[in-house]
């Protein structure tokens, strides 16, 4: 199998097929495609909540007597 890789926009749960890559694309009818589909989440809410409940246990491990380390 041969890759080809670009970036498109979900639009009515259509993936839209660049028109450079669509005459490429048209020779190939009836053949097995494999699509696997990439999506961004670099700040999902998900992260935040985990990122959020890491800091609060980290800081409830501190004590007043750790302050000496500070300085």
Known sequence: MRAIEFKSKIRNNQISIPLKLQSELKSKQDKDVR??????????????????????????????SDSIYDN
């Open 35 to 64: 699509v696997i589909v990439l999506i961004d989440d670099s700040e999902t809410a998900d992260d935040l909540i985990f990122q959020r409940a890491t800091q609060s246990q980290f800081l409830t491990g501190y004590a007043d």
